[in-house]
Every structure is written in C-alpha cells, then in structure tokens.
C-alpha cells in the first residue's frame, strides 16, 4: 500500500477546548479520487476535524496524515498547504479587493508568478461563469456568486484535495444546484474531495463514502446507498396521526418504526403488499410510501431533537 | 538558530504586505490627503495662531521660533498615528470583521507570516505618510538636509514599534470600540507630553520621568536632533530604546495573536 492510497488518514484523532471535547478519538480514512463526506447535526465536530485537516487547529491527540504528509510538523504541514484548497464555511472573500484581484492575490500567497495567476484566474471565473464580472467589488455579489468565488478561489492553485466546509449553507435552490454541477464536473475531472454537510441530499448526490458523526464520534461509516439499505431498508411507509390499532398492528408484525407520537415511519423491504394493507385499515390522515434517503439514516442514528 | 515556532517568520509575510499595498494604491488619492492637509494645518493653528503668544522656544540653550520647535514633532506624532492605527482599527477589521486572515490561514502563510506582514504594512504607511509630510514641511524651510534624510529610516523603525505594540492590543481587545482605552491611556498622552508642543523641562520632575518611559519622547528627540542638523552619540541611546521596544513587543503580538486566533 502506498502512503498515497489515502488523501486523509486519521487515527484516534480528538480535539478538546477546555474541558470540552469536540473531536472524541475517531478514525477514518479517505480514498484519493474519491468524495468523502463527514456529516452530523450542528456541534457533532465536523467543522473541527476539518479544520485540523487543513492545519488551522492543532491536534490534541491522535495522528493525522494529509496527503501522505504528517499536519503534525510545521514543515511538512506547509507542504500540505500548498497542495490543498480550502472552501471555508465563511464567505471571507476579500471585499477590499475586486472579483478577479481575489483570486490573484490568492494565487500570490501560494506563490504564483503574475501571469499564471491571472491565466488561471480568468480561466476559473470561466470554469463558474462570473467572466464578466471580474471587476466587479464583492460586496455587490449575491450569496450564490460569493460560494461560487469562494470555490474558485479554493481551486487557484489546482489543489490535489479540496476540502470544502458547508459548501451551500445558506444558499437559494438554485445556487445550490449550480454549485453541485460545479462540484461534480471537479469530480469527474477525479480531484479528491472531503466535504462537510448536514444537507443529506447533497452528501448523497455527491459522497462516494460518508461517515456520519454526532458529539465528536463516528457513527456509521459507508457508502451512501449501503447505509440507506442497512440502516433505514429500502423504503418507508409514512403514516400521519396513527391510531391504536396501527400501533398494535405494528407491534404484532415486528415491523421495523420509529414512533414519533403524530407520526409513525414504517421501513420496509416488501413495499406493496404491506402498504396496500397500511393505506387500507389504518390510515386515518394521510399515509405515503417513499423511497428511504439518507436523511432518514441521519435522523435515526443522531435523533431528532434539535441541536444548539 | 533555534526559534521557537510561534516565532518563525517566512519571507512570505510579503506576500501579505502586498495584499495591503494593492488595496491602499487603490484609494490612495484619498490616503494622500490628510498627511498633506494635516501638517499645513497644525502649522496654521499652532505655529502662526499660538506662536504669537509663545513666541520663540528655548531648545539645547538656543532659542528656537515655535514653528519649528513642532515641526519634527509634526513628523513624529504622524508615525505614531499611521502605524498605530492600521495595526489596531485596521487589523482588527481584517481579522474580526472581514475575516481575511482565516483566508490566508488555509493557504501556505501561516499566521505568524500573516502577522509580521500586517505590522511591516503598519510601518510602511508610517514611512508613507511621513515622507508626504516632510516635503511640506522641507517647502516651509523647516528641515535641515542632508540630515533630514534620516528621518525615513527613523520612520520605519518608529513606526514598526508602535505597529508592534498596536497588534498587542488587537490581540487581545474584545470589541473595536475598547481600543479607546489604549488611545486614551497611551496614544493621547503621548501625543500632548512626548515632548512635542512644549519642551519636558517645563514639567514637574516626576512626569518628565514618566515622559522618558514613553517611546514618542525619545522619537520625537531623535527626530528633532535630525531635522535640525544636531547630530550626536547620545542619540542612540533614544534609538536603542525603540529597538528595544520592538524587540520586546513584536514577538508578543506574535504570541498574543496565536492564543487568540488558533484554536
């Protein structure tokens, strides 16, 4: 195996802020060419295991590899530096400077000579179709333009991971979208990537692998699909303002539910036959069958009560 | 050399020195004007407004017309001013507002880098400015040359001691506001005791002592002593005390900054 199998490799890794522990011990490890994704509600320590990764916070135990090179030691870590682009969760862009001295003073702290920087730069607001707003300040760019500078300004230096922090917090559908085509032209292209997200239809449409976390541990690791079947089967029968006899009728069956008092989610594997039955004698206000997503994992293996 | 690396600085501080060099160029018709407005003004107010009270003041045994008695002084407030509050008000809006230092800290800079930059910048715009005031005030006759090109260098080292001591503050203040306490408490005093409108020995003895502690007392003698073609050894003990000043506390706005910002 070399070392370069893996773009991230983690092992025991933590993090604590006084007497609190925001990154409990955990261990993973990320493909190169792949996306991988670490997902959890707010405060589950995502933000935190990203940010040693990209060398911001030092490590308060465990190792942490990146690239093949240890994050640990300030000179190896400044070699990481300049082969990793960050999308941070801010949109700190420079809002003194103009669109395209953005991305060329950026292309400045990793050491591009004038001409490459501005070669690439034009190319990258092609890449996310803001040509013709390089002059423009930054203030005057909506919030779906400044994630898209952001990205491009993650990618100045061609990096050989992008890590990309809450890539679309906060951002309209349609700017989301946009930025997950963008994404997933990268990915074609087979740049890795680690992705933080707690939007699970982003984390499916774009993790190869995922590992979800909640108070600074990993919960499940896996493919997207995988932890759907494992964790939630294959589909999900909704069931609003259930009655007794739903409950008993579930009860006697064995069926696999999560009983949410107002409603009553039933996974299943043999949707017809046991939906026709549901719909027929207990559904009183409203009852759906759907496929099981990712989000239905999520809620399950992290609860539903809300965080922060 | 074995430097502890909270202290090591690459030639990449730099780099973020240019990044404020590219944003002033783009104002500076605006960052311009109050070094060349400033000086004619004080001129006006204090030198011909109050020196027909004052008249001529005694300095070294020789009676010196006030004008010229505040000129360096001019000078030398305006390094305290330039450096002082870019490394204060002005990084503090980087830093806490604009976030740009949590920018440059996902690329290859790291934060001391970042740091140092931002006090050069600080120092930088010290020499800007006062090389902008003294050619008004060489207009007015006021330097002599060619000791007067001293003052540039004096400026640079001047202004990196107070643009040091500014990203202590930076630091460590919670809020923007809080920086009036260490304009109210160091600056302004400073700018009115330092030796600058009035000579120390008009001064009850104990706050000349004070005076001497400060550093625009012992930058406003070298700069005066230059502009006015007064060379001499004892100077340097003044400028030993900036050195110092710096030596001491730039490693601790680099110190100061990591617990602050690396978390």
Redesign the interface.
Known sequence: MTPMEYVVEAENLQKT?GAFTAVDGISFRARRGECFGILGPNGAGKTSTIRMI?????LSGGSLHVLGEDVTR?RTL?KV??R?G?C?Q?N??????SVL?NLE??A????LAAPQAAERALALLQFIALENRKDTPIPELSGGLMRRLVLA??LI?EPDLLILDEPTTGLDPQSRHQLWERLEGLRARGISILLTTHYMEEAARLCDRLIIMDHGRILVEGRPQDLIRDHAGKDIIEVGDPGEELRAFVRDRGLRHDDLGHRILIYCDERDQLYREVSEHYCRDGCILRTATLEDVFLKLTGRELRE | MNVP?GL?ISH?FL?VW??NV??YR?TWRVSFLPPLLEPLLYILAFGYGLSTLVGDVAWRGEAVPYVAFIAPALLCIAMMYNAFFETTYGSFVRMYY???F?????????LEDIIAGEIVWGATKAVIATAIMQVILTLFGLIRYPEGLLILPLSFIAGFAFASIGMVFTAVVKHIDLFNLPIFLFVTPMFLFGGTFFPLETLPAWAQVVAWCLPLTHLVELARAVGFGRLEPALLWHLLYLVVFSVLFFPLALVKMRTRL??
């Open positions: 802020f990209y060398g911001f916070s030092p300030r400044r530096k300049y990793i960050v941070q801010d700190n862009l420079d809002p003194e400077l001295q003073v950026f400045s702290y990793f050491d300004r993650a230096n | 690396p090591r990449r780099r240019r990044r590219q944003v783009k604009q976030k740009t949590d920018a440059m800290l996902a690329t290859p800079l790291f690396i978390k």
